[in-house]
């Protein structure tokens, strides 16, 4: 089975947690593109989506999901995303796609967070995959300044704008012990938008697929 099988395979799998009547957080990603195509065959039992960035909106769109602004609704069921890592606490780092900013919002707000991921994405300790932080662009130069301080070694990512007009730094050759404290020391810098790690804000379930099958796991509370 190829990798975009098993993704595939997980997108239909998150149909499963989409209850009738409710407002549906959605990703981004190629994971989620599928999970995409899957809801689309629910879209008349539920009340629509909310959508993490510009390139879902197109997709969700052009499928024909009603698509709510996050502020007309009073609440957020369910969350559907992927990660580039997740460990066994099923905190992750996210935001290879750009779009960590409005997703980590999403996740917030979700009742639960469903996180479909193939297993190539599991580790032990965050840090392998460059953390991504959307930063303000003036902020550029001292953000990468802060992070060589906190022993990464950020690259910006060229070319790219996200979706709220900031740009990303990619940041490696960290070993995320604590995601938490480190989140929240790389969330008090200055110029900031939003780091991509998901620690405090983990996922509920995670969905994890191979050649073998998808396992379910679910967070211990
Ligand atoms: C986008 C994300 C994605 O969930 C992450 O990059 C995984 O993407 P894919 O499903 O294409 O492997 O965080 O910002």
């Given amino acids: 089975m190829t990798i975009d099988e098993i993704k595939k395979q997980l997108g239909w799998a998150g149909l499963q947690y989409i209850r009738p009547f409710t407002i549906v957080g959605v990703g981004t990603g190629s994971t989620v593109s599928h999970f995409m195509d899957a809801l689309a065959t629910s879209k008349h039992q539920i009340k629509g989506a909310i959508s993490s960035s510009e390139m879902s909106s197109i997709k969700l769109k052009s499928l024909d999901i009603p698509l709510f602004n996050l502020n007309d609704v009073s609440s957020v069921d369910i969350y559907i995303d992927s990660a580039d890592e997740i460990n066994s606490q099923m905190q992750m780092i996210?935001?290879?796609?750009?779009?960590?900013?409005?997703?980590?919002?999403?996740?917030?707000?979700?009742?639960k967070f469903i996180c479909i991921v193939d297993s190539s994405k599991k580790v032990e300790i965050l840090g392998t995959f460059p953390l991504p932080i959307e930063v303000i662009p003036m902020a550029r130069s001292w953000v990468t300044k802060e992070m060589l301080r906190l022993g990464?070694?950020?690259?910006y990512r060229k070319g790219?704008?996200?979706?709220?007009?900031?740009?990303?730094?990619?940041?490696?050759?960290?070993?995320?012990?604590n995601p938490i404290?480190?989140?929240?020391?790389?969330?008090?810098?200055?110029g900031v938008v939003t780091v991509g790690l998901f620690a405090r804000r983990s996922a509920d379930i995670a969905l994890i697929g191979s050649q073998y099958g998808i396992q379910t796991v679910i967070k211990k509370t």
Avoid: C, H, Q, W
């Fill in 94 to 111: 996210k935001g290879g796609g750009g779009a960590l900013t409005r997703e980590k919002i999403i996740a917030a707000v979700a009742k």
């Fill in 152 to 155: 990464g070694i950020p690259e």
């Fill in 160 to 177: 790219i704008t996200t979706d709220n007009g900031n740009i990303i730094l990619d940041v490696k050759n960290l070993r995320i012990s």
């Fill in 181 to 190: 404290e480190l989140e929240e020391t790389i969330n008090n810098i200055p």
